[in-house]
């Protein structure tokens, strides 16, 4: 059995060179025998409203196929120019 693993990363600045959008494509492939079993493509995507704010875009599908997104965020917080904690 052999198993794979790709990722694409995409980031998006603004005019500052601030980050503010980041896309990931997960890609796992499972094959025995030469013959592909399983494959698996997730995509992450991380927005960055601000340097003290960071959000996850949650993905979820219904049993009707029906898409709902969602924010998860995490809160930075820092003293001087040094994170010291960050809170979800």
Known sequence: MVQ???QNNRKHYDAAG???VRYNTDQFEVSTNSSEVA???KDNIMIY???L?????LRKTTQN???LFSLAYSKHYYIGS???T???
């Open 82 to 84: 040094e994170r010291i």
């Open 86 to 88: 960050s809170r979800t």
């Open 18 to 20: 601030e980050r503010i």
């Open 65 to 67: 196929q029906t898409r």
């Open 4 to 6: 794979s693993f790709y």
């Open 49 to 51: 409203p601000s340097g």
């Open 39 to 41: 494959q698996m493509t």
């Open 53 to 57: 704010l960071m959000g996850r875009v």
